[in-house]
Every structure is written in structure tokens, then in C-alpha cells.
């Protein structure tokens, strides 16, 4: 007796699977989003499909020859970097921010820079009319690029219009994801099921004619990108474009690339002629930094093969609450909790009668754990009113017995800090690949308390290494 394919229910609003219907969903609380899936749906499958045999697939070995990925390098150098040098044909990218950070900037400034170097590239707009995207081309100074233009959302129309062209596209750009729909599902735009449908036959075409396509994803309010997760599993790279909106710094990085690094960044700053590059991080995110002001300190970090320098900001103050507030921007507030425990067991530093802020300068988020002795050096400096060294910078991990951990590329860190006119750095001991400072000096230490007992007493940070090293 055959198998009954049991029915399962799906919210169009948030992706929850139920076994029964139900009028109000459990995952959102959304009333009437709940409809039947069809359980032959989905990659491989089809309305009203049945299952047919299988065909015998060839297997092979591991050891074989391999080629590089070819890519469309799209003459934009932060974006390229994020990629991995470029977008991979037959590639799906998923491109996700906030409303109002620039994607749509980014993606026009990028294919007008394909175009101008011979490549075929189509922009489907499905948010704005034509006359909409011209204006936006016009004050980017990409209007005299040979971009084809389409404001379209039905995806069967998408994919005719493509397939009439004259030249096949070598990337195609579809702003946005949630605005496409197609026939074969019965539901509005920007549910789940459009959502999934649509993306799987814009990646299917990428997959059979070779172009690369570039879809570009909502949020929610928690940053994560609107939608279904199979999304992000079915494409091959996701990157999220990401930013203070108080702020004019943009940062690209990318959360999963099947063909490049995950830990890049690219740095790119608003103006009112578009996005303009940023060589350079670190000059721009000490560009407006206040000398001899206590609770700063400056965090040498680094993402992926860049290395970066950001300031740190904190202010510790009494508190007149039951309980201190602890107020984080750019940093995991559940590691500062951890820095504040450990100052108070080991370093006799007691902030539990004082309200704790912490704030990365310039809207940049900072992810690596070696920024633990900046943050560290920080709240002493707030705490006792003493400005630390405005030619220091700080980078180490602090574990939960007080003790300095070294981090990787400390030599890189190193070569930036003294490239931007920095004298000295504290770091912790037993680093490998430090270069010669000309003039420079560093503090080697393994345990936090004895950077803390220099910073409140006031001494200087001067070069405190061994003969044998």
C-alpha cells in the first residue's frame, strides 16, 4: 500500500511549519498566514509531480584536476574584495541591508562600471518604475552606461525577456526578491512560498546559462535578512550591507561565499554622488578622534587580511538605578559583562555601583575577540579620569583567569599602527611575527592586572621585552 504524503502547514509570514491548520500562527502571531504546502514542492519538484525512478548518477574520486571559478571582476574594489575577487558565473548572490543603506546605489554603481568594461548586464527593478531608476542613474553618473533596463516583477515574464535577448546577460540584477511572484504559486508577493519559488528559477537559469545573478534581500527588525532561511541556503553567497544611518560609513561583508572568504570587509562612504571606496579604513574611523580624553582607547583588529584600527569609547559613571545599566553600540554586550566580571575578580576594579556605556566610534561593528584589552584599558581609563596614551594601541584576548592571550597577526596589526604615526602598543606577551618599531615601543604582558596597575598609576607604556627574544 503506498505511503500517504502527509500535508503540512506553512505561515506565509514567518516560515513556521504546523501540522494542522490553525487561524493564528505560534512563531509570529500573525492571524490568518497559515496555508497547506504542497510536499512535492520545492527544488526537484512540482504541482500535481509524481515520483518517477531514479537514474543511476556516475560517482568519482576527490583526487582530480580543478580550475578556478571564472569571475566578472566588477572594477569596484571593496566589492570585489568581499566576493573574492569578483562575481563567479552561474553564481547567485543574496544581498541583504536596510532600507535606505545604499544597496540599490551599490548594484548601479557596479553595473554601470560592468558595462563600461563590455559586459552585458540587465537590471530588473521590481520597487521602482523605470523613470525611478534613471533619475537614481542620472545623479550616479551612470546613465551613459549600456545597462538594459526592466521594471518587471512576474518572474515567467523575467525569465522570457532574458531568454529573447540578443546576447546572453553575464549578470543579472533583481531588486527586489519580495517583489517577484510566479504562476505556479497561489499567494501573494513577499510570502514565504513566492519568495522561495521565485528565487529557486532566477538560480536555476543562473545555473543553466552561465550568468551571474544578484538578488537583492529585505530585513526584518532584527537585521537578519526578510524571508525564508532556504533563501540563504539555496543561493551560493550571502552579503549583508550594513551601516549607521546617523553615520555616513558603509560596510559590506559577507556572511557565506562558497567561492571566496567570509571574513572580508569592504568600507564604502555615502555622498551625495553615490558611494565612494575607502582605501583606507583606518584613517576614516580616526579621523574625528578627541586627544587626552579618558575611556578612549584605540583597538588594532583586523578582518580577514585587512587590518583596521577603530576607537573605543566608554564612560563609567555612578549609578543612581538598583541595577547599573550596561549600554553597548558596535560590540557584544555579553562579552563586555564577561570583561567587567573578570576586572572585578582579578584586578580589584569594582564597576557594580557605576552604569557602563560602550560605544565603537565611527558605526562599525567589531566581531573578533581580541579587542578584550582595548575594551579593558578603556573602562580603567573612564573609571580613574586618566587619558591613556594617544600614540598607544591595544589589541589581546582576555580569558576568565585574567590572563593576556595572544592573537593572531599580530605583525600586521603591528606595521598598520606604526604606518598611521603610532609610538607604542600594549599586547600580549609571547606574540609571534612582531616587526623592529624604528621608534616605537611595546608592553608585553600576560596578565591583565598589570596593564591595569600601569594605566592607574599613570606610567608610561615603554618596552618591557625579553633579551632572548
Given amino acids: 500500500m503506498a505511503k500517504k504524503n502527509r500535508?503540512?502547514?506553512?505561515?506565509?509570514?514567518?516560515?513556521s511549519v504546523h501540522t494542522q491548520w490553525q487561524g493564528k500562527c505560534d512563531g509570529c502571531g500573525e492571524w490568518n498566514t497559515i496555508v497547506e504546502?504542497?510536499?512535492?514542492?520545492?527544488?526537484?519538484?512540482?504541482?500535481?509531480?509524481?515520483?518517477?525512478?531514479?537514474?543511476?548518477?556516475p560517482l568519482t574520486t576527490l583526487d582530480g584536476e580543478t580550475e578556478d571559478a571564472?569571475?566578472?571582476?566588477?572594477?569596484?574594489?571593496?566589492?570585489?574584495?568581499?566576493?573574492?575577487?569578483?562575481?563567479?558565473?552561474?553564481?547567485a548572490v543574496l544581498l541583504g541591508g536596510e532600507p535606505g543603506i545604499g544597496k540599490s546605489t551599490l548594484l548601479m554603481q557596479a553595473a554601470a562600471a560592468l558595462s563600461r568594461a563590455g559586459h552585458s548586464v540587465v537590471y530588473v527593478s521590481g520597487e521602482e518604475a523605470v523613470a525611478q531608476v534613471r533619475l537614481r542613474a542620472q545623479r550616479l553618473k551612470a546613465a551613459d552606461s549600456d545597462v538594459q533596463l526592466a521594471a518587471e516583477t512576474n518572474v515567467e515574464d523575467i525569465l522570457a525577456t532574458l531568454g529573447a535577448?540578443?546576447?546572453r546577460p553575464d549578470l543579472v540584477i533583481l531588486d527586489s526578491i519580495q517583489t517577484l511572484w510566479t504562476d505556479i504559486v497561489e499567494s501573494a508577493p513577499g510570502t514565504v512560498s513566492q519568495v522561495r519559488s521565485s528565487a529557486q528559477a532566477m538560480i536555476k537559469y543562473a545555473k543553466s546559462t552561465g550568468a551571474a545573478v544578484v538578488m537583492v534581500g529585505h530585513v526584518t527588525k532584527e537585521g537578519n535578512i526578510a524571508g525564508p532561511r532556504v533563501v540563504e541556503h539555496m543561493v551560493d553567497a550571502v552579503i549583508q550591507f550594513e551601516g549607521d544611518g546617523s553615520h555616513q560609513y558603509r560596510i559590506l561583508r559577507a556572511l557565506k561565499n562558497r567561492f571566496g572568504p567570509t571574513d572580508e570587509i569592504g568600507v564604502f562612504e555615502m555622498m551625495s554622488s553615490g558611494l565612494r571606496q575607502v582605501a583606507n579604513p583606518s584613517e576614516l574611523f580616526l579621523g574625528e578622534r578627541a586627544d587626552n580624553a579618558p575611556g578612549t582607547a584605540v583597538f588594532a583588529g583586523m578582518e580577514g587580511t585587512r587590518p583596521l584600527l577603530v576607537e573605543i569609547q566608554a564612560l563609567v559613571?555612578?549609578?543612581?538605578?538598583?541595577?547599573?545599566?550596561?549600554a553597548v553600540v558596535g560590540w557584544d554586550s555579553a562579552r563586555l559583562s564577561m570583561i567587567i566580571a573578570v576586572l572585578q575578580a582579578h584586578c580589584g576594579v569594582n564597576l557594580g555601583q557605576h552604569d557602563v556605556y560602550l560605544n565603537v566610534a565611527g558605526g562599525y561593528r567589531i566581531s573578533e575577540p581580541a579587542a578584550?584589552?582595548?575594551?579593558?584599558?578603556?573602562?580603567?581609563?573612564?573609571?580613574a579620569g586618566l587619558a591613556l596614551p594617544t600614540d598607544c594601541v591595544y589589541f589581546g584576548e582576555v580569558s576568565l583567569s585574567g590572563s593576556v592571550r595572544p592573537v593572531p597577526h599580530a605583525g600586521q596589526r603591528l606595521k598598520e599602527a606604526e604606518k598611521l604615526g603610532f609610538k607604542s602598543a600594549a599586547m600580549p606577551a609571547g606574540s609571534s611575527d612582531i616587526p623592529k618599531w624604528s621608534d616605537g615601543s611595546l608592553f608585553?604582558?600576560?596578565k591583565l592586572v598589570d596593564l591595569v596597575v600601569r594605566i592607574a598609576g599613570g606610567k608610561t607604556l615603554n618596552r618591557e621585552r625579553n633579551e632572548e627574544n
Avoid at 500535508?7 to 516560515?15: H, K, L, R
Avoid at 578584550?372 to 573609571?383: E, P, T
Wanted: with cysteine; aromatic share 2%; net charge positive.
Fill in 37 to 57: 504546502d504542497n510536499p512535492l514542492a520545492g527544488i526537484g519538484g512540482g504541482p500535481g509531480r509524481a515520483p518517477k525512478k531514479g537514474r543511476v548518477v
Fill in 444 to 446: 608585553e604582558t600576560d
Fill in 317 to 326: 559613571a555612578p549609578t543612581t538605578l538598583g541595577t547599573p545599566r550596561r
Fill in 7 to 15: 500535508a503540512s502547514f506553512v505561515c506565509q509570514n514567518c516560515g
Fill in 165 to 167: 535577448a540578443d546576447k
Fill in 70 to 91: 571564472p569571475r566578472i571582476v566588477s572594477r569596484v574594489v571593496e566589492l570585489d574584495r568581499v566576493t573574492g575577487g569578483g562575481f563567479v558565473r552561474g553564481s
Fill in 372 to 383: 578584550d584589552l582595548a575594551v579593558a584599558c578603556a573602562l580603567i581609563s573612564s573609571l
